[in-house]
């Protein structure tokens, strides 16, 4: 019996809804699936989405620019979704994978209802607290960073079961 709610990889027969996602979030920015796919095809990159009722309700994309830092590039979740606690559990599902790192995302200068996202997973905003015209439509971003506690002995890092 299927669950009613899942994390996973994203497979290509998500990338309709992780682009509807992208574009209904972030509408000055166009991201295509090639570009979803460019993106998690290269060394280091990761793409996970929550599964709700059959359909896509949240995406996150994720770099992992060293073995210590891997930077959140884009999370979004679907508008019914939203305050139902899956963008906190994708971001929780990353964390865990990944304990003893330093996470960090660049949340634009204007988006409170994201700086509170964060600040409530224990993430805090570290200087330089505004980088200038970080995004496309030349608008300002605000870093956010939280280190991760290493695995106990004996436990694992897993992000996903049956990951890649």
């Known amino acids: 019996m299927k669950k ?79 305050r139902h606690g899956v963008g906190t559990e994708l971001v929780k599902t990353l964390l865990s994978g990944h304990k003893g790192r330093t996470f960090t995302a660049m949340v634009q200068e204007g988006n409170t209802e994201a700086h509170l996202f964060l600040k409530s997973l224990g993430f805090e905003s570290v200087p330089p607290f505004v980088c200038e015209n970080f995004f496309a439509d030349k608008t300002g971003a605000i870093p956010f960073q939280l280190r991760t506690q290493r695995p106990r002995k004996g436990q694992a890092n897993r992000l996903l079961v049956g990951s890649r």
């Open 4 to 82: 009613a709610h899942d994390i996973r990889w994203y497979e290509l027969a998500d990338l309709p809804e992780m682009v509807r996602l992208h574009q209904e979030s972030f509408p000055d920015e166009r991201w295509t699936a090639q570009k979803f796919c460019n993106f998690a095809s290269k060394a280091g990159n990761g793409c996970i989405v929550s599964v709700r009722d059959g359909r896509i309700a949240a995406c996150m994309l994720y770099h992992q620019i060293t073995r210590s830092r891997i930077r959140i590039e884009y999370l979004s979740v679907d508008k019914y979704y939203r």
